[in-house]
């Protein structure tokens, strides 16, 4: 079995109401990737000399918001959760995941994470459009007032083929986005207020998206989804070494 990273969510939940719900569905990440036949090790620290290639992939969950000196940002009353030691965790060891060629999924946060890293910006608080981006008015069944609205897929991305349809609907709960996005990536989901919710690198190891398919209340097979998505582009790496096809 193949053995996926996945960096640990360091801040303390009972700070602010919205970490603890990062924290909590956590696990949710965890199950998704387990499902697709994925042994999941969880990485609390990271050395800058470490080599990546140790494992088969990295799925970068979500979290709070990146400092935004990492981007050209400024500081802003609208951020929340600004943690150095996370961001450390995350941005080291994605950087490392991609200098060793293994696949990366990337989800909220880790889809920006990812953005920055290609040299991308960031939206440090969203305006409001028609698309309501943060968290709706009415809880879920995971106990998450997630806004839903629907996205656009690209017909030939790897998403839109794990989807089976060129549009979903999406549970969202962020108040950042993709300002300009990162060199080399390609949009491959868009909302109808024109901002991109998912993005795939040409060479097939990269695929992110803004939303959070972990959220319960998704039908099954648009949850599974990215992962499953992400496990082929790790069958294929690996050469389908002890995978499920």
């Known amino acids: ?11 303390d939940g009972a700070v602010d109401p919205r970490i603890d719900e990062a924290n909590r569905i956590f696990a949710d990440v965890v199950r998704l990737a387990e499902a697709e036949g994925l042994d999941v090790e969880v990485v609390d620290s990271w050395d800058a000399a470490a080599d990546a290639s ?13 400092d935004p000196a990492q981007y050209g940002g400024e500081a802003s009353d609208a951020l929340y959760d600004v943690n150095p030691a996370q961001d450390e965790l995350d941005f080291g060891i994605a950087r490392a995941a991609l200098d060793a060629g293994i696949p990366v999924l990337g989800i909220c946060r880790g889809l920006q994470v990812l953005n920055v890293i290609h040299g991308g910006t960031l939206v440090e608080d969203l305006p409001e459009t028609d698309v309501e981006h943060g968290e709706g008015p009415a809880a879920g069944s995971d106990g998450i007032a997630w806004a839903w609205h629907p996205v656009a897929l690209q017909a030939d991305s790897a998403l839109a083929d794990a989807v089976g349809s060129v549009r979903m609907p999406v549970a969202s709960g962020h108040h950042q986005g993709i300002g300009t996005l990162g060199d080399g990536l390609v949009a491959t989901a868009v909302a109808e207020d024109g901002l991109v919710e998912a993005f795939e690198r040409p060479d097939r190891t ?7 398919p972990e959220a319960l209340d998704t039908p099954p097979q648009l949850a599974a989804a990215p992962f499953s998505a992400f496990a082929a582009q790790v069958r294929t790496a690996r050469g389908a070494q002890q995978l499920p096809a």
Do not use: E, K, N
Not at 54 to 66: T, Y
Not at 206 to 212: D, E, K, L
């Open 54 to 66: 140790r494992f088969a992939g990295l799925i970068l969950p979500g979290g709070g918001d990146i």
């Open 206 to 212: 990269v695929i992110a998206v803004q939303w959070h």
């Open 1 to 11: 079995m193949a053995t996926i990273a996945i960096p640990a969510r360091l801040s």
